[in-house]
């Protein structure tokens, strides 16, 4: 049960911004009697099927990716039916919800309703004078607040780069006691990391997360480079990696399509998967297998759930409908948490505690596509969220996010 903490809204605009990819997104202000809140919107490049619409223009405009649609219903029919009211952050939640009328938000446009969300989900911490983290906290009913295992895209794959890498994202999981210390881990790392590819003739130019995007040719390649960067940087045992596989982007007509054209069923992915495990030093994998294979997902989290994390990206879709669906199947043992995917705060909290209450750990996500809105850190602070990613330590809207938990932290000390 979400708890209440009201505030009165006396004005809303929005407009239309650019992303880190350079794109359109919304960026929502909400006005109360005492100051005005902005939030604004991010944008997925892997986007599950099952996501929230998100409402693009059409047309030449940005190629057809204009949000000035969704930022007119914000201004206009949204904007009426809130200004004067008075809200907690469930019913304005439900009202947003009522106005758009439809099940995937896309009549009004899930960019429009999260950015009014965001934004009143600052205004409401606001006018209580708090923290978002701890609003965020006080909403899920939690006083005390534990910050997330930070981890760290460094190579980039999928859909974030042009690397030829069909796994999406090679992330760092560095262990030290605070945020602080993981940060500098990490950046020890990549600094090692970075030599070596320069060392090796490779581009050390980045991808859409701030993670490089060299031609490595093979995820073995790519996870091989990491453990020698960690080694150099006198981190074995100190930093693990975690994959995020995406795999619903390399499959097609029943196999899956890895490096250098290498195809695989199912059950030889996860084969695969279960080698590297043993190889490398892997503690968690994310979306290991198309989006709707609900059955190859229930089958490796049964073999290796007991000692690595199984993560629900694009199976999942922060929707409560599909965590409770993969509760019942065994599919994972950890859910992505992306508001974006499913459009209000209070269904990102509602699908976050229905997946704590199955025993599964919390995994807070940045998206392709950011701002410097650094919301979701408080939202995975907030929530005591297990994992947090917010890509590499370059590119400001990545770094923000850091900065933003070593923020938290240093006020949670005092």
Partial sequence: MLKTMPATITNLSAREILDSRGMPTVEVTLETEHASYTASVPSGASVGSSEAHELRDGGERFGGKGVLKAVGNAEGEIAAALRGQTFDQKSLDARLRELDGTADKSRLGANALLGVSLAFARAAAGEAGMPLYAYFGALAGYEKFTLPQLCFNVLNGGKHADSGLAVQEFLLVPKAPSGAQQIE??????????????????????????????????????????????????AVGKVSIALDAAASDFYKDGSYMLDGGRTRTAPELAAWYEGLLEKYPLVSIEDPFNEDDW???????ARVGAHARV??????????????????????????????????????????????????????SHRSGETTDTAIADFAAGLSCEYLKAGSLCR????CKYNRIMEIEAELAR
Avoid: C, Y
């Fill in 396 to 399: 400001g809207e990545r770094v």
């Fill in 185 to 234: 881990l990490a950046a020890a790392v990549i600094a090692q990391l970075r030599t070596l590819l320069v060392e090796q003739g490779h581009s050390t130019s980045v991808g859409d997360e701030g993670g490089f995007a060299a031609r490595l040719g093979t995820s073995e390649k790519a996870l091989d480079m990491l453990v020698e960067a960690i080694a150099r940087a006198n």
């Fill in 311 to 364: 993560v629900g990206d694009d199976l999942l879709t922060t929707n409560p409908i599909r965590i409770e669906e993969a509760g019942q199947k065994g599919a994972v043992n950890t859910v992505l948490i992306k508001p974006n995917q499913i459009g209000t705060v209070s269904e990102a909290l509602e699908a976050s505690l229905l997946a704590r209450s199955k025993g599964w750990a919390l995994f807070a």
């Fill in 295 to 301: 059955d190859s997902f229930a089958a490796f989290t």
